[in-house]
Structures are given as structure tokens and as C-alpha cells.
């Protein structure tokens, strides 16, 4: 199973770097709707959508969703909808709370409410990673993006096993821990401080920018909860069996889909505040 799991890390790495570096936006946009349209899939199975027909309907109002989305990037709808993704984000660590303390029961988050939530997960998500592929230097800061991602799953992991003592939310995910998200933070400041150093940036922009990288890491965090939250609710372990080690696209997309957001209106707000 490990190796399995370290085969199946690698080679989705060596993918994201290639579709980062390698691809046209356009292309880059169509090769991660693939990886959109299958955490659909899965998405709809934890929202208890069990019919073939039901599960095909809801993957075709995401594609029409995001394919609506990529067209009218230009426009006023990128800010419009990573602002909602942003709010989203906002309540979903509120619903992840009433969650843990009891005020909501998980049994609760399926069908509809969790089929509606899904399209604020997902196509927000997608969208954030094409538009940051897009813009001056994007590249770069996606690639960030996904380093500071997988370096705080890592750190968050090791740290857990190694010395996590208090759960974070046990209702929700037992394995997570206190000590496992302090790891996370430090593993992100860590990155975000080299990364600025490397970029020349002055004493405030990387005093932001750690900023920035510290809520993404936590919005991460916040991703992983609201996916266990949804299996929980179906008495599901995985998303699905397609990545051998790791269950399904939705396990290894999950931190990401509140992460890319989150960043990318951090980096807007970022060109507002700093000349």
C-alpha cells in the first residue's frame, strides 16, 4: 500500500509540474477539467446522487458550469465567483464547527445541499487554477501554490504520526490533529519565507505574503474537513478507488479546492494594498 501510494504521489507530481510549465492556458485549462469532471463524478456518489443518470446529469451542469466560467473569464465573473468561493469558504468552516460541536448533524449533509455545495467547491477551484496559470507570473505562483499545499499535507502527516496528541475535530476527522496544523503552518512559513526571499521581495510584501500563505494553509485544512465531513455523512472512507494508494480524485484534490481560491483573492487583494 505504501508503494502504491508513493508511486501514485510521484507520478501525479511529475503531471502537475509538466501541465504547469509545459502547457498553453487553454490546455492546461482542459487537461484539470478532466480531474474537475471525475471529482464530479465522485462528488455526486457522496451527495447519495446513486443513479447512473442522476450522476452524469450533475457532472454536465459542472462542465457547463466551468466551461461557461472559462469563456467569460475576461469579464466581472472571475471576481464574482472566486468572491463567492471566498464566502462559501467562510460558512463552510462555520457548518464545520456546528458539525463538531453537535448544532448540525453530519447525516444531514447529502442530496441537494451537499449536490449544490459541490459546485461551490469544485468549479471555483478549477477556475482559480486556470486563472492563475493566465496571469503575469502565474506559473510560478501556482506552482508555489501546489508546493505550499503538499508541503503542509506532508508536514501535517509526519507531525501527526510523530507527536499529534490533540484532535483537531474528532467528530469529523479523528486522524487530524492540533499538532499536525502547527506542523502545517511552520512547513507553509517556512516555504512562503524562501519563496519571497527568492523573488526579491521588500520587508512588507513578504511580511504579507507569509500572510497569505498561512491562511491558505489553513484554508487547506479546511478543504480536507468539509470532504471527510461529506463521506462521514455517507459512511464513506475514500471518494472513489481510481488512484492506487490514495482512493479517489476528490482525496487528493481536496485541500486544494478551498486553497486555490483563497490564495488567488489573497494575491488580488495583495495588488491593492501594496504599490
Known sequence: MLKARLVTAFLLILLAVWAVFSLGTSWFAGVTATFLLIGAWEWAGLSR????????????????????AFGLRGGMIADVLIGVAVAWWIGAAALVGACESGLVRRAHFYGPAAGLAGLL????????????????????????????????????FLAGRRWGRTPLVPAISPGKTREG????????????????VLKGMDVDEMLVFTALSLVTVLASVLGDLVES?????????DSGALLPGHGGVLDRIDSLTAAGPVFLAGLWMMDRWLP
Open 181 to 196: 496544523v502547527c506542523a502545517a503552518l511552520a512547513a507553509g512559513a517556512a516555504l512562503a519565507l524562501g519563496f519571497a
Open 49 to 68: 446522487l446513486d443513479s447512473a443518470g442522476a450522476r452524469f446529469a450533475y457532472v454536465t451542469a459542472v462542465a457547463a458550469a466551468a466551461l461557461a
Open 121 to 156: 467547491v469544485l468549479i471555483p477551484a478549477w477556475f482559480s487554477l486556470v486563472l492563475l496559470h493566465g496571469a503575469a507570473a502565474g506559473r510560478q505562483m501556482l506552482m508555489f501554490l501546489f508546493l505550499l499545499v503538499w508541503s503542509a499535507d506532508s508536514a501535517a
Open 229 to 237: 465531513m461529506l463521506k462521514r455523512s455517507v459512511g464513506r472512507k
